[in-house]
């Protein structure tokens, strides 16, 4: 089991920041490889915003890059998305998702947390 908890949304102006954690807690943290951060829209496909391994190698949408930057904190279970110069189609409901492969799994697993909104005026 892995547990997801995001914060940091919240309501900002076109071309601020805002930075987004996700802390992973439960028995298979351990067992994460990769992570993630998704995006939804009422009425649209959640999408894929950044990824980032458990080596640390990250990769963008194309909408996001330059903007926006995903780390990762292995020792404290916890994933973040510092976004950068905000845009109103950015917003969303922002989803913190990992992989977990574990010996005592009949296949791999997707996690996912409760969501955070993000609201960017123009």
């Known amino acids: 089991q892995v547990q997801l908890v995001e914060s940091g949304g919240g309501y900002v102006q076109a071309g601020g920041s805002l930075r987004l954690s996700c802390v992973a807690s439960?028995?298979?943290?351990?067992?994460?490889?990769?992570m993630g951060w998704y995006r939804q829209t009422p009425g649209k496909e959640r999408e894929l915003v950044a990824t980032?391994?458990?080596?640390?190698?990250?990769g963008y949408a194309d909408s996001v890059k330059g903007r926006f930057t995903v780390s990762r904190d292995n020792g404290k279970n916890t994933m973040y998305l510092q976004m950068n110069s905000l845009k109103p189609e950015d917003t969303a409901a922002y989803y913190c998702?990992?992989?977990?492969?574990?010996?005592?799994?009949?296949?791999?697993?997707?996690?996912w947390g409760q969501g955070t909104q993000v609201t960017v005026s123009s």
């Open positions: 980032i391994s458990s080596h640390g190698s990250q």
């Open positions: 998702n990992a992989e977990a492969v574990c010996d005592d799994y009949l296949r791999g697993f997707d996690f």
């Open positions: 439960g028995r298979d943290t351990t067992c994460i490889t990769s």
